[in-house]
T-cell receptor, first 112, second 115 residues
Framework: DAKTTQPNSMESNEEEPVHLPCNHSTISGTDYIHWYRQLPSQGPEYVIHGLTSNVNNRMASLAIAEDRKSSTLILHRATLRDAAVYYC?????????????WGAGTKLIIKP | EAGVAQSPRYKIIEKRQSVAFWCNPI?????LYWYQQILGQGPKLLIQFQNNGVVDDSQLPKDRFSAERLKGVDSTLKIQPAKLEDSAVYLC?????????????FGEGSRLTVL
């Protein structure tokens, strides 16, 4: 299974954009890039996913490098409620059970 | 739409005792997952069900952990006997079985402390 590498933690100021990086140099052609986040004392929640093209939704944007070996989750205007652990995960749709392999994620700290 | 329900939220037991966790997935979600999350780590898949059949239980410690999903709806995860290293949050998640759907829906988790 392809693995991802993320910084352990990042800090950002409230109301500023946040760029969370993820490296996945061994990504395969059938791997989708997924992002989840986990707020304190809660289960993870889905944020966004993509394959090759950049993706936008109401929560965030996902920018995928042309070679697909890295991606960046963009929170356009961080609030205190965005303080969470963010997980970048590859999901292989070529496998029948396409399970997610979770790393330790990036802890995002938002400063007021 | 109701989310994934789990109970109990918290459980404290002595080592060698047994414990059971219950999960009710989102209505219509055929795929159900149990994850173990140790403090400071990402979730680790224990078992995955498709309806009431097991898809993957390769990381389930079968000497002490068991799980079932009768009738393809709610599920129970049991630990017997518990060890100190089983202290963790047990997360249940569900998803629609459509192949290209990205989203897993998680419950709030059941926090287990083994003393």
């Amino acid at each position: 299974d392809a693995k991802t590498t993320q910084p352990n933690s990042m800090e950002s100021n409230e109301e500023e954009p946040v760029h969370l990086p993820c490296n996945h140099s061994t990504i395969s052609g059938t791997d989708y890039i997924h992002w989840y986040r986990q707020l304190p004392s809660q289960g993870p929640e889905y944020v966004i996913h993509g394959l090759t093209s950049n993706v936008n939704n109401r929560m965030a944007s996902l920018a995928i490098a042309e070679d697909r070996k890295s991606s960046t989750l963009i929170l356009h205007r961080a609030t205190l409620r965005d303080a969470a652990v963010y997980y970048c995960i590859l999901r292989d749709y070529g496998e029948s059970n396409y399970q997610l392999i979770w790393g330790a994620g990036t802890k995002l700290i938002i400063k007021p | 739409e109701a989310g994934v329900a789990q109970s109990p939220r918290y459980k404290i037991i002595e080592k060698r005792q047994s414990v059971a966790f219950w999960c009710n997935p989102i209505s219509g979600h055929a795929t159900l997952y149990w994850y173990q999350q140790i403090l400071g780590q990402g979730p680790k898949l224990l078992i995955q069900f498709q309806n009431n059949g097991v898809v993957d239980d390769s990381q389930l410690p079968k000497d002490r952990f068991s799980a079932e999903r009768l009738k393809g709806v709610d599920s129970t995860l049991k630990i017997q006997p518990a060890k100190l290293e089983d202290s963790a949050v047990y997360l249940c998640a569900s998803s629609h079985p459509t192949r290209y759907t990205g989203e897993l829906f998680f419950g709030e988790g059941s926090r287990l402390t083994v003393l």
